[in-house]
């Protein structure tokens, strides 16, 4: 499947983020985060629309050199969309503006005490793009139709949980170039966005992360 990034793949996915029947949850006990699914140019001349995708500073408390959507923790009385917004600047020097939000997913409930909203952010133009060294390592274009084929994503079984745990294979390229795993919450929510570029209506927060990632 073909993903060109262009106007019509703009307003199809426009269009189903409007539709989605966003699950929100009371995130009782729950910190807030938001992450941005910031869609753009593959830049590789394939014409085929891409999302960024991090990898966490060595240097970072919390997770380091984990591969990460750009997103943090919510500020009091921020919306979900602001924050998303405001962290893709912080970390990468990007800031589109309100009007590229196209809409906002399902909440995801993290191990780690989160409850994280994927924000889904149109970028018709990432040259400004600016890594923060103190929070990102490096930044990679991982193509949609890449993680649309079936072999894009497994799930596995644990013995600490009865919920599958999600796996999704990238190749970011590159000098990270291999096939990488990356489990939830970041695969989780990516494959909610796959799901939702073919068309598809899927729900992930019952996807589990690794036993690493329990803390």
Known sequence: MSYPFDAALRETLAARCRDFPRLAQDGAGLKHAAVAIALTAAGDGSGEAAFLLTRRAARLRSHPGQWALPGGRCDPGESLEAAALRELSEELGLSPGAGAVLGVLDD???RSGYLVAPVVVWLLDAAGLAPNPEEVASVHHIRLDQIAGPNAVTFETIPESD?????????????????????????ALIYQLRELAA?????????????FAWR
């Open 199 to 211: 068309g598809r209506v899927t729900r992930v927060a019952h996807l589990e992360q690794p036993v």
């Open 108 to 110: 995801y409930p993290t």
């Open 163 to 187: 919920r599958p745990v999600i796996r999704l294979h990238l190749d970011p390229g590159g000098e990270q170039a291999g096939d990488h795993h990356i489990h939830a919450p970041t695969a």
